[in-house]
Nanobody, 123 residues
Framework: QVHLVESGGGSVQAGGSLRISCAASGYTFSRYYMAWFRQTPGKEREGVASIDDDGSTTYVDSVKGRFTISRDNAKNTLYLQMNSLNPGDAAMYYC?????????????????WGQGTQVTVSS
């Protein structure tokens, strides 16, 4: 059974940094595209960053240069390093896994989802 468990969320001041993690189990982690999405109440879930099985990354424009997605296949863990956070980054962050992904930041491309970790940014 597939499990994706996010951790590391919390509250940070604007300009600060946070690293969130996603521990994966129940499937061959190294073979899957992985991604981070975020969602705020009343809005659609937004693709933030994605990484493929070769380590190639994709970012939404609003986080380029500030966020870094990475993966450790030996630990079956996905990371998102978030720097220079602003209140617009506050959201519930979800990790997702997909075997065959064409549009890397489209949520319908992903098969498995975690429960999310909350990130709050105060101004």
């Amino acid at each position: 059974q597939v499990h994706l468990v996010e951790s590391g969320g919390g509250s940070v001041q604007a300009g600060g940094s946070l690293r969130i993690s996603c521990a994966a189990s129940g499937y061959t982690f190294s073979r899957y595209y992985m991604a981070w999405f975020r969602q705020t109440p009343g809005k659609e879930r937004e693709g933030v960053a994605s990484i493929d099985d070769d380590g190639s990354t994709t970012y939404v424009d609003s986080v380029k240069g500030r966020f870094t997605i990475s993966r450790d296949n030996a630990k079956n863990t996905l990371y998102l390093q978030m720097n220079s956070l602003n209140p617009g980054d506050a959201a519930m962050y979800y990790c997702a896994a997909g075997r065959y992904v064409a549009d890397r930041l489209r949520q319908s491309e992903y098969d498995f989802w975690g429960q999310g970790t909350q990130v709050t940014v105060s101004s």
